[in-house]
């Protein structure tokens, strides 16, 4: 059997979640992934080859066609029995138990380009609701508060990653300053001593 994603008019990271998922519910098919730019035919193939697949890339009127198959599958060999999909959901940690913080001190990511920073931070905040498992809280502080509040456009990632039992906390000194303590739309306020607290006790500080 086979499984066809069609990813045209989508950049990445969409294209490689998308067919990881359809790995990971179809482990013994053929998997075809259709993309429309080169960023996302060149993360798609690390993912497959990453994975085990052999992967053979074929241009068609501008769409790349991408074919992943196991390498026993392709052979014909007998293929161990693959872990369903539901078994593999069942061996992830909850969300939300890693001691692992996010802390975010911008609302964009990397410097260079703002608007670019924008665009990559909407970017990490969906790949990050995709990946599990999640982690266990998010601290925003200075301009990352714009992330937390009205009008921010990661809002819909953060109600995924807080109904999955994520910490949100907003420094409260920082909602103050830029005017936004009103504002805030999603988690908690909290202070500088907490923030320390968390950061102390947390087995690895990811800082953004």
Request: hydrophobic fraction near 40%.
């Amino acid at each position: 059997m086979s499984v066809e994603i069609d990813c045209r008019g989508l950049n990445c990271p969409v294209p490689v979640i998308q067919t990881k998922k359809a790995m990971e519910s179809n482990p013994e098919d053929l998997i075809i992934t259709i993309v429309d730019n080169e960023a996302a035919r060149e993360n798609v193939k690390k993912l497959a080859e990453n994975a085990g697949y052999q992967v053979t890339v074929a241009e068609k009127t501008g769409l790349f066609h991408l074919r992943m198959e196991k390498e026993k599958a392709r052979e014909g060999m007998e293929i161990n029995p693959a872990v369903p999909a539901a078994e593999k959901v069942s061996e992830r940690r909850p969300a939300g138990d890693r001691d692992t913080i996010i802390y975010l001190s911008t609302d964009k990511m990397g410097s260079g380009s703002d608007e670019l920073g924008q665009v990559l931070m909407k970017s990490y905040f969906y790949a990050l609701t995709e990946a599990q498992p999640y982690p266990k809280t998010l601290l925003f502080v200075n301009a990352g508060v714009n992330l937390s509040t009205e009008g921010s456009p990661v809002l819909d990632y953060l109600k995924i990653l807080a109904d999955a039992g994520v910490e949100l906390l907003s420094c409260g000194t920082c909602l103050d300053y830029f005017g936004l303590k009103d504002q805030l739309a999603i988690g908690d306020v909290t202070n500088m001593y907490s923030i320390v607290e968390k950061m102390n006790e947390a087995a690895k500080v990811i800082h953004i």
